[in-house]
């Protein structure tokens, strides 16, 4: 036995029979439920076995990745590779972005909340019904004023009640934050609409984030994308890692306008780094598994990705219309909506309803026979439910 196998015999303790059983248990159970989790953006289709390694270091990104840090324990190398790619993905400007790899959708949209509001801090944000219920919560934190504006029956922001609402408060810098893919319909909010509201408007001081979750590693791989970037006029963007492009951890990336982010940089001595983020300590192994699957994928493989989840998407509108169900989805999206199915497929399937309707979102570990299965179990759950005799 070497010294390190000794010494970790006797300094890192074993799990009792009964915790090993658990954590099979648990381990099993998440195996049985993964094919069926259809409801919510979450890839499972990836293998980061390469990278277990990692895991014997406590790394740490804390700090702008851009500077240097004193914690030299990093991976802050990688992720600046990984920005660089999204920041191709988002159509940046040219050296006048930046950016980070977060905790996930939500830590990016407060960071572009939290730009605006040190920008504007007299700002409205102005947001739609159908916005992820974490940004009220955001703008409350940040004491950031707001109104919530109606949504159209797909899910887009009713632009004529945005432009309504901007007439009424003109002197008044606005906060836009679209949304680019909403949680439960998929709908992308123009950009192009949205920008020409405010020039029509002439209001020039204005800042654009856009919430690009899942769609943010769709859009940049379709032929007909609609406007969502910072060509088209967004002042940042954050994107979800562990949706489109799959990761077994939540993760990913902000990016704003270089200028915009330099009104707020604050230098701090004890890290020896720059407090440009929101979080303090930050995962330096999200960084690794973004850059992984950005580096094993390639441009030509995340194409192929997203071209088969929309085609996939496109043959369960089918399936569901040729059982007699009413499915549909917005181009380039791979969220398919219906009536709200019956509690029976609630137990076998998970997915996430809201008022009347449901949606499958159809990422690359939902395969055909998948929705094939779910299609079937929905229309023999209808059958059941028309069957029985009303009280
Ligand atoms: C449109 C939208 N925005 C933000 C979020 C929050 O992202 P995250 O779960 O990565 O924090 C989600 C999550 O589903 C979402 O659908």
Not at 16 to 32: F, T, V
Not at 98 to 103: D, E, H, I, N, P
Not at 167 to 186: E, L, W
Request: aromatic share 10%; net charge negative.
């Amino acid at each position: 036995m070497s010294f390190w196998e000794y010494y970790s015999a006797v300094t890192q303790p074993n799990l009792s029979p009964a915790d090993q059983q658990r954590l099979d248990d648990l381990y099993e159970r998440m195996r049985a439920l993964s094919p069926r989790n259809v409801g919510y953006p979450c890839n499972q289709d990836f293998d980061f076995s390469e990278l277990f390694r990692f895991l014997q270091f406590s790394a740490n990104n804390v700090g702008d990745p851009f500077h240097s840090t004193n914690y030299r324990l990093n991976t802050m190398e990688f992720e600046r590779e990984v920005l660089t790619d999204f920041a191709r993905f988002t159509r940046a400007p040219a050296d006048e972005w930046w950016g980070y790899v977060t905790s996930g959708g939500t830590e990016g949209n407060m960071y572009g909340l939290y730009v605006a509001r040190e920008l504007y801090p007299e700002g409205i944000c102005y947001f739609s019904e159908d916005t992820h219920y974490s940004v009220a919560k955001v703008l409350r934190l940040q004491h950031t004023r707001n109104i919530m504006l109606k949504s159209q029956p797909d899910g887009q922001m009713d632009y004529a009640d945005l432009r309504e609402t901007l007439r009424i408060h003109r002197d008044v810098p606005p906060i836009i934050f679209a949304n680019i893919g909403t949680t439960m319909k998929g709908a992308v909010d123009d950009l192009a609409q949205i920008r020409a509201i405010l020039d029509d408007l002439a209001i020039a001081n204005a800042y654009i984030h856009a919430d690009a979750a899942l769609s943010g590693m769709i859009l940049p791989f379709v032929d007909a994308p609609q406007p969502w970037n910072f060509a088209d006029g967004a002042d940042s963007i954050s994107i979800s890692g562990h949706k489109m492009l799959g990761a077994p951890v939540p993760c990913g990336v902000v990016l704003a306008r270089k200028a915009h982010v330099d009104r707020i940089a604050r230098s701090i001595e004890y890290i020896g780094a720059l407090d440009t983020t929101i979080a303090g300590s930050r995962s330096a192994f999200s960084p690794l598994l973004l850059w992984h699957r950005l580096r094993t994928l390639g441009d030509a493989g995340l194409r192929h990705m997203v071209q088969t989840c929309l085609g996939n998407a496109e043959y369960a509108v089918q399936q569901f219309r040729a059982h007699g169900i009413e499915a549909w989805r917005h181009p380039n999206s791979v969220t398919v909506v219906f009536p709200k199915p019956p509690p029976s497929m609630m137990e076998k399937w998970t997915i996430a309803p809201r008022k009347n309707i449901g949606h499958l979102i159809v990422m690359p570990h939902v395969t055909r026979d998948i929705l094939d299965a779910f299609v079937a179990d929905f229309a023999a759950a209808l059958q059941t439910v028309n069957r029985k005799p009303s009280s």
